[in-house]
């Protein structure tokens, strides 16, 4: 099944640009700037003025963990996306995207934290699991099909980590020097897939650098992801990953998670003040927050009603399909 990227964007409706201006005006600079940071560990901040809820965040790129990591919310364990990309059928992404999105609506999650689409480039990488392949066309190519299934059912896909995080070494510190053509052709490359053939909602930011700037601050967040790529999601920070206030701020960074508290908050507000943040800035990121939360529902009259599947069948014949004959 295919869509394209325009319909992919909107299926609880166009967003209006003049309605998530109108919200932002409504609020004051604290109220925006409290929206920025997590409410709780795994959920945004809510603010009932302009009728906006908490969203949930959970991971997912090989099965819905949801808000309890013990007994009281026990998961479908998924074939992982290693598995998937065995396949070599987009078309079967989609149906895993089916899967994930109806165990994401049943635990009440709006933002399902994956496809994780960093490349297995090191033996070394202890999360590859997560990832589909080594290849950045096959990995860009499932990570469509993952990210419009998904949010066909009104779940945000928030494709991770952006970008270079490749290896689990040194993870949070690394800087990653790698010239232009490289980072373009190889590690970009899945996530350009994601964002202007799948339409994704959201983009997680790394802990690592690239070339000189950690992510969080980095210029990469807004070229390509939003010059070229017509990115108009949100960008939500890898846990902990936001580490100064003014940098992030000034910059394509919109959520810092978890929350409630984070380098931003308090600190923000005065930097607003004292004009070491423009204000128009803060505006920009509530917009999105606005726009994404319109899009899965947690803004009054959002409608994200979708039918579901069998999603224990999809998880065995995911197995199956992915079984390599020797």
């Known amino acids: 099944m295919t869509q394209s990227s325009t319909d992919v964007r909107q299926p609880a409706g166009e967003p209006d640009d003049s309605r998530e201006a109108r919200l932002v005006a409504a609020l004051s600079l604290e109220q925006k700037v409290r929206l920025l940071t997590g409410g709780s560990f795994w959920r945004t901040a809510a603010e009932p003025a302009v009728g906006l809820g908490s969203m949930l965040l959970s991971d997912g790129p ?3 963990r949801g808000e309890f990591w013990d007994e009281r919310e026990p998961s479908l364990n998924l074939p992982s996306a290693t598995s998937l990309a065995a396949t070599w059928d ?11 999105a109806h165990e994401a609506r049943t635990r009440g999650v709006h933002l399902l934290l994956g496809p994780t689409i960093n490349l ?4 070394l990488g202890g999360r590859h699991f997560e990832c589909f392949s080594e290849d950045p066309a096959l990995s860009g190519a499932l990570a469509v099909g993952f990210v419009r299934a998904v949010q066909r059912h009104g779940i945000a896909a928030v494709p991770k980590h952006y970008v270079a995080n490749d290896a689990e070494t040194d993870r949070y510190t690394v800087d990653v020097r790698v010239d232009e053509r ?6 970009l490359a899945p996530f350009e897939a994601a964002v202007t053939e799948g339409g994704a909602w959201g983009v997680m930011s790394a802990y690592n ?16 992801l939003d010059d070229e790529w017509g990115f108009d999601g949100v ?10 206030t003014e940098a992030s701020a000034r910059g394509r960074q919109d959520l810092a998670m978890p929350g409630p508290h984070s380098p931003w908050g308090e600190k923000l507000v005065a930097a607003v003040r004292d004009g070491r943040v423009p204000e128009a800035a803060i505006d920009a990121k509530v917009a ?4 994404l939360a319109a899009r899965v529902g947690a803004l009054a009259d959002g409608d994200t009603e979708t039918a579901h599947g069998d999603t224990e069948t999809g998880a065995v014949n995911g197995a199956e399909r992915a079984l390599v004959p020797p």
């Open 62 to 64: 090989s099965g819905v």
């Open 90 to 100: 987009p078309g079967f992404a989609d149906r895993y995207g089916v899967v994930l």
């Open 120 to 123: 297995h480039r090191s033996p």
């Open 182 to 187: 490289t980072l373009r052709e190889l590690y």
């Open 209 to 224: 650098g690239v070339n000189g700037a950690t992510m969080t601050e980095n210029d990469l967040l807004r070229s390509p």
């Open 235 to 244: 960008i939500v920070s890898d846990w902990t990953a936001v580490q100064s």
């Open 288 to 291: 999105r927050l606005l726009r």
